[in-house]
Every structure is written in C-alpha cells, then in structure tokens.
C-alpha cells in the first residue's frame, strides 16, 4: 500500500483559499500533508504578519506568489507571500479571507507514515507541530 498521496484541486472566483484547503483535509481526513504549489490570484486578503495579534486586509489585484505549510485535521500553519500590480510583496500567516479572483491551482502532498498535531509545548505561546511516527 503506498503511504503518499497527492491531491490537486482547482479553486474558482469568490472561493475562500484557506476555508477551501481546510475542507479539502477534513474531507480527505489528511492527518500529515504538506503544500507542494499554488498559483492564481486574489482580489481581497487577509494576513497576520510574525509576532502579530491582528491581521491586515486589503482588497485589489494580486497574484499568488508562494504558498508553504503543513496541513492536518489536528490543525493546519500555512504561509502565503502575494504581490500588488507593481511587483510589490506581502507575506504572513493565510487567514481565512482570502478571496480567489480567476483561480488557484493547488497540489496537496500527504503520507499516512506520520500523523500532525498541534499543541502547546511550553517552548512558545503558541501551539506548535508536534509529529507523531506511526
């Protein structure tokens, strides 16, 4: 039985970018996965930059630069970078906010080897990765 799967998906104009992964692990029961890629666009995003309480939104034109992070239904940490018509670029934590304008290709990886949780470990406040072997 091969331990890896990949999922590719396509998100549509109006779709909420994390809501949309969130579903796609919950619905596949993802418990170790991880981004491969993401390309597309946004007019609206929301984003909570390092060592923030609050993120920032703003609304327009922007291309999906990079997408990074571990997915899991225990809890998911995902990193978007975008940047405006001018070139310039953002990048934070992916809230839920983020609204696709023409579209987003998106590859999913994930491995039934591992299992990802998220919990308070004591080294930071907030709750961390912790990987279990299976």
């Given at each position: 039985?091969?331990?890896?799967?990949?999922?590719?998906?396509?998100?549509?104009?109006?779709?909420d970018l994390?809501?949309?992964?969130?579903?796609?692990?919950?619905?596949?029961?993802?418990?170790?996965?991880?981004?491969?890629?993401?390309?597309?666009?946004?007019?609206?995003?929301?984003?909570?930059?390092?060592?923030?309480?609050?993120?920032?939104?703003?609304?327009?034109?922007?291309?999906?630069?990079?997408?990074?992070?571990?997915?899991?239904?225990?809890?998911?940490?995902?990193?978007?970078?975008?940047?405006?018509?001018?070139?310039?670029?953002?990048?934070?934590?992916?809230?839920?906010?983020?609204?696709?304008?023409t579209t987003?290709?998106?590859?999913?990886?994930?491995?039934?080897?591992?299992?990802?949780?998220?919990?308070?470990?004591?080294?930071?406040?907030?709750?961390?990765?912790?990987?279990?072997?299976?």
């Amino acid at each position: 039985m091969d331990k890896n799967k990949v999922y590719v998906f396509r998100l549509k104009p109006g779709d909420d970018l994390r809501k949309s992964i969130e579903a796609l692990v919950e619905e596949k029961n993802i418990k170790a996965g991880w981004i491969n890629t993401c390309v597309g666009s946004l007019t609206d995003y929301s984003i909570r930059f390092a060592n923030q309480q609050d993120g920032i939104h703003d609304s327009g034109h922007f291309e999906i630069v990079s997408l990074t992070g571990t997915v899991s239904v225990s809890g998911s940490h995902l990193h978007i970078c975008i940047s405006d018509s001018t070139g310039k670029t953002i990048g934070g934590h992916l809230l839920e906010g983020c609204k696709i304008y023409t579209t987003a290709e998106i590859v999913i990886g994930s491995t039934i080897a591992y299992e990802f949780k998220r919990k308070k470990d004591g080294t930071t406040e907030w709750e961390e990765l912790q990987v279990n072997e299976k």
